[in-house]
């Protein structure tokens, strides 16, 4: 039961990162806003990619982080009606090539009305994506979560707690496209 891995160790860029990070930039800004509707591309990431959120659950490996979106979009749909997601706007910090930050809001009507009645709940989310010197992704960090409270998020916060390192995640029934022991 190890920690999440480092980041790479710094470097000079190779000659493929500035064709892979506009690749990702471009897949992002495309897939994000249909993360409720279908399956997001992955090939922008790394493997051994780690997600970590504001209260520093994290996981680690592309399989993990493919099963977060597959839940998330799920649950989603599960628990609310008219799910959306938009990007409101992409960004690198200054002097960091090697980042993206994106700010993105998640909305929906909650199918149990004493959530909220019948009114539309929204999430906005600032989330920095870290690159390797390749241009791939190896981390997700979401940094703040505006309200942190809300229904969407204890709900992507207990599935993460399904899916942390040293969880337990046997099926009984061997399950198509899902490595073998996990």
């Not at 592309?62 to 628990?79: D, H, P, S, T």
Request: charged share 20%; hydrophobic share 35%; glycine share 8%.
């Amino acid at each position: 039961m190890g920690g999440a891995p480092g980041p790479p160790k710094p470097g000079k860029d190779s000659d493929e990162f500035g064709p892979n990070f506009g690749e990702a930039v471009v897949v992002l800004r495309e897939d994000l806003p249909l993360l409720f509707v279908q399956e997001m591309r992955f090939h922008i990431y790394r493997e051994d990619v780690t997600f970590r959120t504001p209260s520093l659950r994290y996981l680690s490996g592309l399989w993990k982080y493919r099963l977060l979106a597959r839940g998330a979009r799920w649950l989603g749909r599960l628990l609310y009606s008219d799910m959306s997601c938009s990007v409101q706007r992409m960004w690198q910090p200054p002097g960091n090539r090697r980042q993206l930050r994106v700010r993105w809001s998640v909305s929906g009507v909650p199918r149990v009305p004493l959530l909220a009645g019948d009114q539309a709940l929204s999430t906005e989310v600032i989330s920095t994506y870290t690159f390797d010197s390749q241009g791939k992704i190896y981390e997700h960090q979401v940094d703040q979560i505006i309200p942190p409270e809300s229904p969407l998020v204890k709900t992507l916060e207990w599935l993460m707690a399904r899916l942390q390192p040293g969880a337990s995640l046997q099926p009984q029934l061997p399950i198509p496209g899902m490595p073998r022991g996990y």
